[in-house]
C-alpha cells in the first residue's frame, strides 16, 4: 500500500501516573535547552492558539482525509497495474510481472501532517528497473489522462525535476517519478537506505530527495503532535507575512519545516505554543550564516554533490543555510537573496516581541497574523506586467517568470543605489479599471521585454517589487536591469520551445500614489488601517504598562527619578516615531529630490 502519514515513536502519550525520569535522547545537533515540561498556562496558550486557526481552514475533518485515502489508493493500484503491464510488453513472464509492484510515496505537506483544505499532495511514484523514465512521460501518461477522475493532466517532463501534474477527484496532485535499481518495489519497502541511491541518475535522486527529507524529519522531531500545530502556525504566519515561496528566494515549506523541527529538538518536552514563542526567539538570535542542522551530515560518499562550504566555494555565498537531514545534503534555502534575507531576519525580530507579549498575556495570537505593510510601506515601486492571451498560456507563462524573478531582484541588489529590493509574494490580477488607467498612464515610465502595453492581453498578472534606495537626489536608470532580466525570461522560453504569440512580460516603475491605477484602493486602505489598528494597540498597551510601573513606583520611591529619565526618553522616542510613520503613510511629504528611478523604453 502506499506510503501514508504516521505518528512518531517519540511521542509522548498523557499517563495518570508520571512516568520515571529516563534518559533522555538527545535529537539534532546539540543538547536540549530545556527539558521543561508545559505548565497549565502553556496548555491553555496552545488550546487557544489551535482555537484561534481553526477559520482559516488549516485543518481537514475526516471525511476530506479519508476521500485523500481514498485517491491514493486508487493511484497506487493504477501504478501496480501500469508497472505489470509494462513488464509484459517488455517480454516478461506473466507470473514474474505480478510480483515486481511499484508503489505510490507522499512527502511534504501532507506527509508532515500539516496540510490545509484543499492543499495539494506531493507524491512520488516509485518502480522497478523494468520501467523507464520514457514509459513514465508517454504510457503512464496517456493512463492518467483516461482515468474519468483526472482532470487537467500535464506533463513537465524538461523541468529541474519532472514532474506529471494533475487534478483526480478535484485534489492536485503532483506526481513524481524514481526509477531504482531493484527487480521488485514490494509495498513494504522503505526508502530510507542510501545504498538505494547508488548508480541512479540525478533526476531520480532528487525526486527521492523529497521523501527521505520529510521522513527523517519526522524521525527527528521528539513529540509529533506539538511539531505540527506549532509548523501549521508558522506555516501560516509566514504566508501572512509574505515570506513563503522558495522560488522567489523567502523559505519554502521544507525549510519551515526544518526551522521548527530544531526548535523542537531544542524545547522537546515544551507544548506547541512555548515551541511557537520559542522558534522566534532561536532564529530571531540566530547567527547567520551559521547553518541549521537537525543532525550530523552522513559520511556516505556515492558521489552525488553535497552542501559543504569546506570544498564547494559557491556554498560560501549561502546567506541562510539549511540543510537537509537526508544523503544527499542540499541547503534548502539557496534562493535566499540580500533583499529577502534582510525581510525574513526582520520578521523573525518582529515575531519575538509579539509572541512575548502573547506569552505575557498583553496581546492574543491574532496580532501575530495582522496585514503587514508592503504599498504604505514603500515609495518606489517596480510593477512586473506579465500578459498572454489564453488561459493555458498564461498559467506556464507566469510560472516561468515567477521562476525568474528573483534574478531580476538580484540585479537590483548589485545597483550601488538599491538598499533593499522587497518582492512581494502575491501575484495581482489587472482589473479592467486599472487597464483603462493604465492606458492613459505615460509610457517613458516603463520599460519591456516585448511591445509596449497590454490593452489587447485577454489575461495579466502582476508583482510588484518595493525600492528603499540609499541616499536622496538620485536619478538611477534601471533599463539594462530590466532588460536583462526580459531577455533571460524569454530566451528560456524559447529554449524550452514554451513561448507563444501574445505573451509579453513588461515592468513599470511606479510612486505609491499610482498605485491605484494597477490594484484595488482597498488594499492599500486595509494596509492603513491595519497599521492605525496596530498603533492603537500599542498605544492601550503602554498605558497598562505605565501604569502597572506607576503603581510598583509607589512602594519604590527610589526608582522614581530613573523612571522619570526612562519616560522622557520613551517620549522622544515616540515622538520620532510618530513622525517618520506620518512620513511612510503620506506621499505628498516626499521632497522633490527624494531618488526616483527612470526607465526609458
Known sequence: MFSQRSGNSNTSSPSSNPPQQAPVKQLGMTSAISLAGPKPEDIQKTADLEKFLEPFNVFENENELNLRMEILGKLNELVKQWVKDVSISKNMPEQMAEKVGGKIFTFGSYRLGVHHKGADIDALCVVPRTVTRADYFSSFFDLMKQQPEVTECRAIEEAFVPVIKMKFDKIEIDLLFARLALKEVPDNFDLGDAMLLKNLDQRCVRSLNGCRVTDEIVRLVPNIENFRLALTTIKLWAKKHGIYSNSLGYFGGVSWAMLVARTCQLYPNAAAATIVHKFFLVFSRWNWPQPVLLKRPDTINLGF???????????????????????????????????????????????????????????????????????????????????????????????????????????????????????????????????????????????????????????????????????????????????????????????????????????????????????????????????????????????????????????????????????????????????????????????KASPQPQLYT
Open 305 to 591: 554533490p553535497v552542501w559543504d562550504p569546506r570544498v564547494t566555494p559557491s556554498d560560501r555565498n549561502h546567506l541562510m543555510p539549511i540543510i537537509t537531514p537526508a544523503y544527499p545534503q542540499q541547503n534548502s534555502t539557496y534562493n535566499v537573496s540580500s533583499s529577502t534575507s534582510k525581510v525574513i531576519q526582520k520578521k523573525f525580530m518582529e515575531g519575538i516581541e509579539i509572541t512575548d507579549e502573547i506569552i505575557l498575556g498583553n496581546a492574543g495570537w491574532e496580532k501575530l497574523f495582522q496585514t503587514p505593510q508592503f504599498f504604505t510601506k514603500y515609495r518606489h515601486f517596480i510593477v512586473l506586467l506579465v500578459s498572454s492571451t489564453s488561459a493555458d498560456d498564461h498559467l506556464a507563462w507566469c510560472g516561468l517568470v515567477e521562476s525568474k524573478i528573483r534574478i531580476l531582484i538580484g540585479t537590483l541588489e548589485r545597483n550601488k543605489h538599491i538598499k533593499l529590493a522587497h518582492v512581494n509574494p502575491k501575484s495581482f490580477e489587472k482589473t479592467t479599471g486599472a487597464a483603462k488607467d493604465n492606458q492613459q498612464s505615460t509610457s517613458s515610465q516603463s520599460a519591456t521585454g516585448s511591445e509596449s502595453g497590454d490593452s489587447h492581453a485577454d489575461f495579466c498578472s502582476m508583482w510588484f517589487i518595493g525600492l528603499e534606495f540609499e541616499g536622496t537626489n538620485l536619478n538611477v536608470d534601471l533599463t539594462a536591469s530590466i532588460k536583462s532580466f526580459t531577455d533571460q525570461v524569454h530566451k528560456q522560453a524559447r529554449n524550452i520551445k514554451m513561448f507563444k504569440e501574445g505573451m509579453k512580460i513588461e515592468a513599470r516603475y511606479v510612486r505609491r500614489k499610482q498605485l491605484g491605477q494597477y490594484i484595488d484602493s482597498s488594499y492599500v486602505k486595509h494596509e492603513k488601517a491595519s497599521l492605525n489598528n496596530s498603533a492603537a494597540s500599542e498605544t492601550q498597551l503602554a498605558k497598562k504598562r505605565s501604569a502597572a510601573e506607576m503603581e510598583q513606583l509607589t512602594n519604590n520611591p527610589k526608582r522614581a527619578k530613573l523612571q522619570e529619565s526612562v519616560s522622557i526618553l520613551e517620549k522622544f522616542d515616540s515622538v520620532t516615531n510618530d513622525s517618520q510613520n506620518d512620513t511612510v503613510l503620506d506621499d505628498s511629504s516626499q521632497s
